[in-house]
């Protein structure tokens, strides 16, 4: 039965083992009952799953992980959570505790050594400093994920599912609205953690798109665009690009390109979709065009 969702039992099990949260780790436990059942039932979660959960901490999340799913995978980066996880998960026998950092763990070889190489679930209460790596790490192994569902910073929520025109549109709602649908299914204020935060938190499940929603030639150029082109945000879409050290055109194929998919030059990064920057890399991609 999942119990460390009640404060005092977490508190009981830091005392034990004399645990001191580190802060270069991000450590901020759950300790709110209700909002991990939603997190549970957000990401769908059932006994057909093989479940990655990142950073389990204490094994707080993974007890109610373990009585939903099939298997559960937990990996923790911090070596002195590993003794605690082997104690509050003893009495489940379909979990496993990876201690190691997951931006060097290969999901594909976890997903077909532990699930057969069918796709998997991914739940995680990010740490707030990493998350975008980490989040980008999961999408660009193009392993086997089936959607991920995650705790982060409110902001970084909001940013992830905005579209054009908003403050909070740029490189990163672009490239995970590329790999998945976001959607923020919860609203998690600061005194649901042990420490508090001293920002609010969302609950955002991103779905694996089973093909991308637009068609680009070349994704890395696609992806070195879009960067560009929040870089300078204040620039022009053909200045962003014509600055841009990674990039070796010169401002009249930009120029070309950005009035050829119907833009005009004067126009900013921050007005185009995914398919108007999909659009314009497959037009700077052509042959004919310096590379």
């Known amino acids: 039965m999942a119990y460390l969702g009640e ?23 759950l300790i709110d009952t209700h909002v991990l059942e939603r997190i549970i039932k957000e990401a ?50 379909n979990v496993e505790i990876i201690n190691e950092d997951i931006l060097k763990v290969d999901i594909s070889v976890l997903a077909r050594e532990k699930n057969d190489g069918k796709p998997v679930k991914v739940v995680a209460n ?13 999408f660009e192994s193009h392993a ?13 929520a909001e940013r992830m599912q905005c579209g ?11 490239a995970v609205q590329y790999y998945a649908r976001p959607q923020i299914v919860a609203n998690v204020p600061p005194n649901c953690f042990l420490p508090r935060p001293n920002v609010g938190s969302a609950v955002i499940r991103l779905t694996k798109h089973d093909q991308p929603p637009v068609e680009a030639m ?51 990064g921050e007005a185009l979709t995914l398919a108007e920057f999909s659009a314009l890399a497959n037009i700077l991609c052509r042959p004919n065009v310096g590379r």
Not at 7 to 28: I, S
Not at 70 to 89: S, Y
Not at 144 to 156: A, G, H, K, L, W
């Open 218 to 268: 070349d994704e890395s150029l696609m992806f070195r665009l879009i960067r560009a082109s929040f870089n300078q945000r204040r620039k022009t879409l053909v200045n962003s690009l014509k600055n841009a050290s990674d990039l070796p055109f010169s401002k009249e194929q930009i120029e070309d390109a950005v009035t050829a998919i119907g833009k005009s030059l004067t126009i900013r």
């Open 44 to 93: 769908g979660v059932t006994k057909d799953d093989f479940v990655i959960e990142i950073g389990p901490g204490i094994g707080t999340m993974t007890q109610y992980l373990c009585e939903s799913a099939g298997r559960v995978a937990a990996v923790e980066i911090d070596k002195n959570l590993i003794p605690i996880l082997h104690d509050t998960l003893r009495e489940y026998e």
């Open 126 to 138: 990010l740490p707030y400093y990493i998350t975008t790596p980490i989040i980008m790490g999961l």
């Open 164 to 174: 054009p025109g908003s403050k909070d549109y740029g490189a990163l709602s672009l």
């Open 144 to 156: 086997p994920i089936e959607s991920i569902t995650v705790m982060v910073q409110r902001e970084v």
């Open 7 to 29: 404060p005092h039992r977490t508190v009981a099990v830091l005392q034990k083992y004399n645990f001191h949260f580190q802060k270069k780790f991000g450590q901020n436990f």
